[in-house]
């Protein structure tokens, strides 16, 4: 192995040639990788080296010396400090390129399709027409600053710092100013914010949710108690800025020591205890607690076009895994004979029971459960229920266990329709779909968090023969209704990316060769050697997991949905990966 002799603040010039998960820009000096935040594909920069391990480094961007073609001037004030939207200073349309490619290129290098395959049904990433002002819900932590006034803002990338923003770009206007209201309301009153340290203090987050449609919206304090003074005074302020549109007011208590966001229940001071929205042409409940899609302009079209890959004539059985409030199952029930949606969180399944009910939705129900568990009550001669002739599933981002997809392979359905937030993830699972006897006919990556490096797609798996139309787009997705769509299609072959191949780089993994064993122990005692890093379970679970390997069923299992857990940083998955490797795990 060759050796490298950088070290802490040498100077470097480096082409960024890719972009990593958390958006950092990859290139690399005479073979080294070096991870640069705030840096894009194409630029040509002078840097500072600020860390380097044995397979890569970090680096500061001290000077660009040539510019990227994609580069652009952020719009918000708060662009290099907050750890949100990590692309901003990108193009949009060079963002939905890159997206276009990560979907494309896992598909090939992990789910083991060919080049040819992939650019022929993997169709056009949907985006949005004003990539702007998209999110209907935001929490917003609130600590003490030096002036010794609470001041509200979001966390600084990988810390718990606050950075204060104006106006977030990607939220409604109007919560600037609700924010301020319960900051001056604060202020008034003597209140103090929360102080994770001691565990003193009283106000730890204000959540406030909008619903597009209807235009009602709801205002939550996450307080480290269970009352708060002057509640009249904190209904005035707020209520003056949305005299007609502001129809719920509440405080959820949590005094837990931990990252938990939301306690388990909520006390209604104004109002209702709930908005309602529309999504899909179905009514919803909103509570502080309840999960619901954060971009609505984007389920509307993500969610057609699992419609759409469903072909529904009126008759089939659906199951829906992984349902969680029933939005994709309600959709689904108005064009199916029949649908099953199973979640694991009872909370959920309750909102979508409710759900159902004030939607008057009959060929519906919910059931409680692992998917793989509800699964063999729908074989052949195990229980009461229907085989389906279509599953659906929409995983979180570690993708499907390997139980529900062989629970599935045995169920045997017509078709399945996967709905993914994580490439990586999907590409191991239709790998193991393939192998099952299913076809891949088509995938669309769908742009839910422009700005992000996240993106979603919807993939459609057949084991039967069905109507395939063509490679255009459907009703549902036509592009007039989806707004900006990236030119990739058929005969307008998607540009090849000059990605560096990383050693620990989750797309270059082979999922098919999982062998080796290694203990937790072995992990951290070889990480702690070979980099320094101190690595804790859950971080070891998360990027095992990641992998596609199995880990126990406590591990990086968040404590409620809206838990904010730790989350392992790239350096020290890096270096985490390298341990697996090490160890023949991968």
């Known amino acids: 192995m060759k050796e490298y002799s950088f070290k802490k603040n040498d100077e470097i010039i480096l082409t960024i040639d890719d972009i990593s998960d958390d958006g950092s820009g990859i290139g690399r000096s005479d073979g080294f990788i070096f991870f640069v935040k705030n840096t894009l594909p194409g630029d040509r920069i002078k840097a500072k080296v600020m860390k380097v391990t044995k397979s890569y480094g970090f680096a500061r961007c001290m000077e660009i010396i040539d510019s990227s073609n994609g580069r652009c001037k952020a719009r918000c004030s708060a662009f290099e400090k907050c750890g949100g939207c990590s692309l901003q200073n990108y193009r949009y349309e060079k963002q ?136 009249a005074g904190l209904i005035k302020m707020l209520t003056d800025i949305m005299p007609d549109d502001l129809k719920s007011i509440t405080v959820c208590p949590n005094t837990r020591r931990d990252n938990v966001i939301l306690g388990d229940s909520y006390r209604t001071i104004f109002g209702e205890g709930y908005i309602t929205d529309t999504l899909v042409g179905i009514t919803f409940k909103i509570s502080p607690l309840s999960f619901y899609q954060v971009n609505p302009i984007q389920t509307e079209k993500l969610y057609g076009l699992a419609r759409d890959y469903a072909c529904l004539s009126g008759e089939e059985e659906v199951l829906d895994l992984y349902c969680g409030i029933g939005t994709i199952s309600l959709m689904l029930s108005k064009k199916a004979g029949h649908v099953t949606g199973v ?56 993708g499907c266990a390997r139980s529900c997809i062989d629970a599935i392979l045995t169920l045997s359905p017509e078709r399945v329709v996967y709905v993914s937030c994580d490439p990586a993830t999907l590409a191991r699972d239709i790998k193991i779909f393939r192998e099952g006897g299913y076809e891949l006919l088509k995938a669309t990556p769908v742009d839910m968090f422009p700005h992000s490096s996240h993106v979603e797609t919807v993939v459609q798996l057949s084991k039967g023969d069905i109507d395939r139309g063509s490679s255009e787009r459907s009703d549902a997705v036509k592009a007039g209704d989806f707004g900006m769509i990236s030119g990739y299609s058929k005969g307008n072959k998607a540009p090849e990316t000059t990605n560096v191949k990383i050693d620990f780089s989750l797309e270059n993994l082979d999922m098919s060769e999982l062998g080796g064993k290694a203990t937790y122990e072995q992990i951290k005692d070889y990480v702690r050697e070979q980099t320094g890093f101190r690595v804790s379970t859950l971080y070891i679970s998360q990027v095992k997991r990641k992998c596609g390997l199995e880990v126990g069923e406590s591990y990086n299992k968040p404590k409620s949905e809206d838990a904010k857990q730790p989350q392992c940083t790239p350096e020290k998955e890096a270096a985490i990966m390298q341990a697996l490797r090490h160890y023949g795990v991968i």
């Open 96 to 231: 939905l390129e890159y997206k276009y490619n990560k979907v494309k290129n896992d598909l090939i290098r992990i789910g083991g399709i060919s080049a040819d395959e992939v650019e022929e049904k993997l169709l056009p990433i949907v985006g949005m027409d004003d990539p702007y002002r998209y999110r209907n819900k935001a929490q917003y932590p609130v600590r003490m600053g030096k002036d010794g006034k609470p001041h509200a803002g979001f966390f600084a990338g990988h810390t718990h710092s606050v950075i204060e923003t104006d106006d977030c770009l990607i939220e409604p206007e109007i919560n600037s100013k609700l924010l301020d209201a319960v900051l001056n309301w604060m202020n008034k009153n003597h209140v103090k914010a929360y102080d994770e340290e001691t565990g003193k203090g009283l106000v730890r987050h204000v959540l406030i949710r909008h619903g597009f449609t209807s235009g009602e919206c709801q205002v939550n304090l996450v307080i480290n108690g269970s009352k708060i003074p002057d509640e």
């Open 343 to 398: 979640e694991i969180v009872d909370r959920a399944i309750k909102d979508a029971k409710e759900n159902a009910r004030i939607n008057a939705i009959g060929n519906s129900e919910f059931i409680t459960g692992a998917a793989e568990d509800v699964i063999q009550t729908m074989l052949p001669g195990e229980g009461n229920r229907k085989t389906p002739d279509v599953v659906v599933v929409d995983p979180p981002r570690k």
